[in-house]
């Protein structure tokens, strides 16, 4: 096993499961679905008398237009933006309205995706004990960066990475090589030096493999690598074992 110098991670389902169960769960044309969509009507509700259903409506088709923007530029697309994208599908005209409108949607939708985000004891210790051997980062897919600091910084684990990459902060999304090399050169190593580890085999193995640096896959399925020519270095079905392996 090559003598690595620092060990990568992703965030969201490698090392805090992302709770979806603590999404409100509401019922559209008789299917339930998790999403913040409820907490957002309430503040809506009293600017306008269109129906729950259709504000949904927009904002899934808002949500679903800026994930395919993402996935097909590998550039991040904020929550800022996003919103007030959706302001605009909405009908809202820019004013005092729309302001007072989009600061309340960004706190309100934020606020209960950072809930839905804790790392468990065990991740922490395991964290505390890699750091004594290893110089640790952070590379995440998220659209907005104070919630990430404000998460870590809750959790008790932000002191504990000498690098913090997140997309929203350096405008480009895993798995695109460079926010791999920022973290690298923010701590001073080549990627070769490097293992990261992530659940997300498109963009977290391939990301990493793509810039010469080892990855270690958290595959909870079980299933095959989806893309043949990238093969993980590691395969893991839970973070627990990444002590075994280093």
């Given at each position: 096993?090559?003598?690595?110098?620092?060990?990568?991670?992703?965030?969201?389902?490698?090392?805090?499961?992302?709770?979806?169960?603590?999404?409100?769960?509401?019922?559209?044309?008789?299917?339930?679905?998790?999403?913040?969509?409820?907490?957002?009507?309430?503040?809506?509700?009293?600017?306008?008398?269109?129906?729950?259903?259709?504000?949904?409506?927009?904002?899934?088709?808002?949500?679903?237009?800026?994930?395919?923007?993402?996935?097909?530029?590998?550039?991040?697309?904020?929550?800022?933006?996003?919103?007030?994208?959706?302001?605009?599908?909405?009908?809202?005209?820019?004013?005092a309205d729309w302001e007072r409108l989009h600061?309340?949607?960004?706190?309100?939708?934020?606020?209960?995706?950072?809930?839905?985000?804790?790392?468990?004891?065990?991740?922490?210790?395991?964290?505390?004990?890699?750091?004594?051997?290893?110089?640790?980062?952070?590379?995440?897919?998220?659209?907005?960066?104070?919630?990430?600091?404000?998460?870590?910084?809750?959790?008790?684990?932000?002191?504990?990475?000498?690098?913090?990459?997140?997309?929203?902060?350096?405008?480009?999304?895993?798995?695109?090589?460079?926010?791999?090399?920022?973290?690298?050169?923010?701590?001073?190593?080549?990627?070769?030096?490097?293992?990261?580890?992530?659940?997300?085999?498109?963009?977290?193995?391939?990301?990493?493999?793509?810039?010469?640096?080892?990855?270690?896959?958290?595959?909870?399925?079980?299933?095959?690598?989806?893309i043949a020519r990238y093969t993980p270095d590691?395969?893991?079905?839970?973070?627990?074992?990444?002590?075994?392996?280093?």
């Amino acid at each position: 096993m090559r003598p690595y110098k620092a060990l990568l991670f992703d965030l969201c389902d490698t090392l805090m499961p992302f709770r979806n169960d603590r999404l409100p769960l509401v019922e559209i044309r008789g299917r339930q679905v998790r999403t913040t969509s409820p907490l957002l009507y309430e503040s809506f509700s009293g600017f306008s008398a269109i129906p729950y259903e259709e504000f949904h409506d927009h904002f899934v088709e808002t949500t679903e237009a800026i994930w395919r923007l993402r996935e097909e530029s590998e550039k991040e697309i904020s929550s800022a933006t996003r919103f007030e994208r959706f302001l605009e599908k909405l009908g809202v005209p820019r004013g005092a309205d729309w302001e007072r409108l989009h600061r309340r949607f960004l706190e309100t939708h934020l606020g209960q995706i950072a809930l839905c985000l804790d790392c468990a004891p065990e991740h922490r210790r395991l964290l505390n004990q890699l750091k004594r051997r290893y110089r640790l980062g952070l590379v995440s897919n998220f659209d907005d960066t104070d919630t990430v600091y404000r998460v870590l910084a809750r959790e008790g684990v932000d002191h504990l990475f000498e690098a913090i990459l997140i997309s929203s902060e350096i405008g480009i999304r895993k798995p695109h090589a460079d926010i791999f090399l920022a973290a690298c050169e923010k701590i001073g190593i080549s990627p070769s030096d490097a293992l990261f580890v992530g659940d997300s085999f498109e963009n977290d193995v391939v990301g990493a493999k793509q810039l010469g640096m080892d990855a270690a896959w958290i595959n909870r399925t079980g299933l095959p690598p989806p893309i043949a020519r990238y093969t993980p270095d590691y395969s893991l079905t839970e973070l627990a074992d990444l002590s075994k392996i280093i």
